[in-house]
Structures are given as structure tokens and as C-alpha cells.
């Protein structure tokens, strides 16, 4: 089970870090990634990260504002995410990949947390 949390509302250039908890099983061998909804649109990956965390690759629109990191001592993910606009507002969930790796494509994930939404204002 995956426990997604760290989502609010704050204003445009704000920072947020979200938080990304797994309880039940150990996610260690496990590919990681964001995914943020926002109304109206498809589901789209945010930031992806490898089992052991050499591996990470962001969306063009995060990119040099996100950045994601693991603690598998903890089972824990992280998404800081700074410089925020109105287009990250959304709801964003946390999913674990049945590989090592962290595709892209939402179809390898099997695990999925509740969300947590953020709210960028202008």
C-alpha cells in the first residue's frame, strides 16, 4: 500500500514537497513514479524514478523545477517541488512499477497511492 500525502494550496512560485509512504510491503526492488491528473486531462507522468535511485527523468514541465528522491530505508519517496505554476495543479498519486525501472507508461504500475491534490493559485 502506498500513502501519498504533502498536497495544499499555495500560491504561484511556492514550494511543495510531497510525500510518498509504503506500509504493508517494501517497495526496494521497485520502480517509482508521479503522476498528476488535472481536471479535465489525462493522467500524465511527473517524475520517475529507478529501484535504487540512479535513475531518475522528469516532464518537460518539471523539469528543473521537480526533483524526486528515494529513501528505501525508510520505503519512502519524495517529489520536492518548487517554482510552482497554476498548470501543476492537479491531483498527484504515487505508484510503484512491477520493474526495477520506472517506464513512463502507467500500464507497468501496479501499486497505486490515494493522491494527494495541489493547488496552484496565481
Known amino acids: 500500500q502506498l500513502q501519498a500525502s504533502g498536497g495544499g494550496l499555495v500560491q504561484a512560485g511556492d514550494s511543495l514537497r510531497l510525500s510518498c509512504i509504503a506500509s504493508g510491503r517494501t517497495f526496494w526492488n521497485n520502480g517509482i513514479g508521479w503522476f498528476r491528473q488535472a481536471p479535465g486531462k489525462e493522467r500524465e507522468s511527473v517524475a520517475l524514478?529507478?529501484?535504487?535511485?540512479?535513475?531518475?527523468s522528469y516532464a518537460d514541465s518539471v523539469k528543473d523545477r521537480f526533483t524526486i528522491s528515494r529513501d528505501n530505508a525508510k520505503n519512502a519517496v519524495y517529489l520536492q517541488m518548487d517554482s510552482l505554476k497554476p498548470e501543476d495543479t492537479g491531483a498527484y498519486y504515487c505508484?510503484?512499477?512491477?520493474?526495477?525501472?520506472?517506464?513512463?507508461?502507467?500500464?507497468?504500475?501496479?501499486?497505486w497511492g490515494q493522491g494527494t491534490l495541489v493547488t496552484v493559485s496565481s
Open positions: 524514478i529507478s529501484y535504487n535511485g540512479a535513475y531518475t
Open positions: 505508484a510503484a512499477s512491477r520493474l526495477a525501472t520506472a517506464p513512463r507508461d502507467s500500464a507497468y504500475y501496479n501499486y
